[in-house]
């Protein structure tokens, strides 16, 4: 159910690029051009509606303008 409800999010958020993978207890998420404000919306809505706990990231920062700023990378996240 919590991975159901991130892909959902995921999509709405982060983007239609975003890719959502389960291993085991492990969420791998996979970003292209997700915005700060979606990413950080999906982030808080992961904590406190999936109870996911991030366990790493690997962000790159897509350009330099900061009213668009725009990431790009592999989070992974870690649900109950």
């Known amino acids: 159910q919590a991975q159901a409800q991130l892909q959902a999010a995921s999509r709405a958020l982060l983007g ?12 791998r998420v996979q970003l292209q051009a997700a ?3 979606g990413l950080a919306r999906w982030l808080a809505q ?5 109870q ?3 366990q790493s990231a690997q962000l790159e ?3 330099t303008d900061p009213q668009d700023v725009r990431w ?5 996240l870690r649900l109950p």
């Open 35 to 37: 915005s700060a404000e």
């Open 46 to 50: 992961a904590r406190e509606q999936a």
């Open 52 to 54: 996911a706990l991030p």
């Open 72 to 76: 790009r990378g592999q989070l992974l």
């Open 16 to 27: 239609a690029d975003a890719q959502l993978s389960l291993q085991g207890d492990q969420l």
């Open 61 to 63: 920062q897509l350009g």
